[in-house]
């Protein structure tokens, strides 16, 4: 195994300019990776934040009593399909809420309390909406809608264009997967190019090497540790310059921007383990499995 | 030894006769034609005994580095049998090749040097291979070095040595393993007259330890002074198996090179007449 390790080295020493090359490429790929990943992470995040605030509320009449309260609730709390969570705002609530928003408005020009109480229902998932609030008034035959209970005035989702939301966050997740696929493929093969030049640089010295009687693993294992050495050598360089880049860049903006505190971002030693394996497999398995072609001698 | 070993040595010596002594290669109705269509070899049959010094002689293209190949499992033939040792090289596979070829020494033209290792380097590779002994390594590299004449270029590396010397390199490689048998693909063609000397000496000096050695080559100059068994390949069939023998049995003068030259038959081939063994003298001084 020392000597294994004592050839990988000294191939680095002898093949700098290349050596250098696949080291850069790697790094390169793993800090544009490093960076696109949390980017991807929390504009999933924001998106799916942004679905979560798509609620169905439904406006009692403003004469509604106690008891037709009490069995709106139970009848969306038990016997209604997609509800998730279910949050009273009585009239009184909503007023002072309306009043701290506008104090203008509410304290001069209205004397008297225009709001109904309110059930905000939260769909059980996002998508199931426009379902929920169906169900809750379905669609007549005129074209208007009818309510399930005659103490409900209307059911509204918060703001009309829910669909649109949940087409545009729908959107963003897909075109953000599709680009971290892509991404990751063009680094596999950018990487896996650099390395199979490397070795196309040497495959005379492959050739000699299979005369003189090595066997194939007895010529792969250098090569196999190059490419790990050279993988880690490039991770560990990302990951510092990644590293570097949150504490000075990110951290002091997080306070400021919700964008970046983006909870269902991964924790940064998690990523930057996952790089380091990534790109110490993706070198290692790619000069091990380019050099294939060169050991048929 | 004991004294009883070495009497039943003798006496197992005395029983075998000289002319039975086991073939080294042995080819057995040997054809080979490349995917290409091209005829590399036809029905070749020889046997190559052990100790033998073999040239292999013919133009480019006739068949030479076929045999060569064939020899170190580069190429399979297309049918019949190569022996190497007794053992079929057909029914060598995988790592086999690997070990196979661990018991050959071979020397290229174009010498086949690591050129990113120094002269002891390159030769310690063919040990490290074989899984020696740090100390072994250390103990041999030096020694065969020695033998080759390139004590003083250990820490060279083959980008600073000249051609006489890089093949001196190979050479040294192919034998430090003291392999049976030695194939030289044209270990000549790319050095001078007087390097090419010195390059076959050492060949001659490897061969009269015991081991057999195969060179391939069209260095006329080189097979007519030595005067070892000649095999003469044209056109993919051995034409001519001759012990002692020169490089062409045409010796033409002058006038017939330029009748050949103006595209007339050239006249009877004349034996040399009195062949001699050159070879001898070449080495003396």
Partial sequence: MAFFIKEALRSVQRNSVPSFAAMASILVTVLVLGIFIPITQATTG?????????????????????????RVSALLRRDTKYVGKVEFVSRQAAYR??????????????????????????????????????????????GQRATVDPAIDTVKNRKDDTSNI????????????????????????????????????RRREVEVM???????????????????????????????????????????????????????????????????????????????????????? | MAIVERHARARNRAAAPPDRAPSVVEFAGVSKTYESGDRGLELATFTIDRGEFVFLVGQTGSGKSTIMRLLIKEHEPTSGTISVAGKDLAKIEGKGVAHYRRNLGVVFQDFKLLPNRTVYDNVAYALQVTGHKRKEIRAKVPDILRLTGLSLKLHSYPDQLSGGEQQRVAVARAFVNHPPLLLADEPTGNLDPE???????????????????????????????????????????????????????EDENTSEFGLLMRGEPSPQPRRLSSPGDFFDDAFRG
């Fill in chain 2, 195 to 249: 390097t090419s000397i010195g390059i076959m000496q050492l060949l001659y000096r490897i061969n009269r330890t015991g081991t057999t050695v195969i060179v391939a080559t069209h260095d006329n100059a080189m097979v007519d002074r030595m005067r070892r068994r000649v095999i003469e390949v044209h056109q993919g069939r051995i034409v001519r198996d001759e012990h002692g023998g020169g490089y062409s049995t």
């Fill in chain 1, 166 to 201: 949940l087409f545009i966050t729908r959107v963003v997740k897909y075109a953000m997967a599709l680009l971290a696929a892509l991404l990751v493929l063009a680094s596999v093969l950018l990487i896996s190019n650099t390395i199979r030049l490397s070795l196309f640089a």
């Fill in chain 1, 210 to 297: 299979k005369l003189v009687g090595a066997t194939d693993w007895f010529i792969r294992w250098p090569f196999v540790i190059e490419g790990v050495l050279l993988g880690a050598l490039g991770g560990v360089l990302a990951v510092l310059a990644l590293t570097v880049g949150k504490v000075a860049f990110v951290d002091p903006l997080v306070s400021d921007f919700a964008l970046l505190r983006a909870p269902e971002t991964m924790q940064f030693g998690v990523l930057a383990l996952l790089l380091l394996g990534a790109s110490v497999g993706v070198s290692a398995m790619g000069s091990g499995l380019s050099l294939r072609r060169f050991l048929k001698v």
């Fill in chain 1, 46 to 70: 924001a998106a799916n934040e942004v679905r979560d605030k798509v609620l169905v509320n439904v406006y009692l009449k403003t004469d509604a009593k106690n008891a037709d309260r009490d």
């Fill in chain 1, 97 to 142: 809420e309306q009043k701290k928003d506008y104090p203008e408005y509410y304290s001069e020009l209205l004397g008297s309390n225009p709001l109904p109480d309110t059930f905000r229902v939260t769909p059980d998932s996002p998508d199931n909406a426009l379902k929920l609030r169906d169900a809750l008034a379905p669609l007549t035959a005129s």
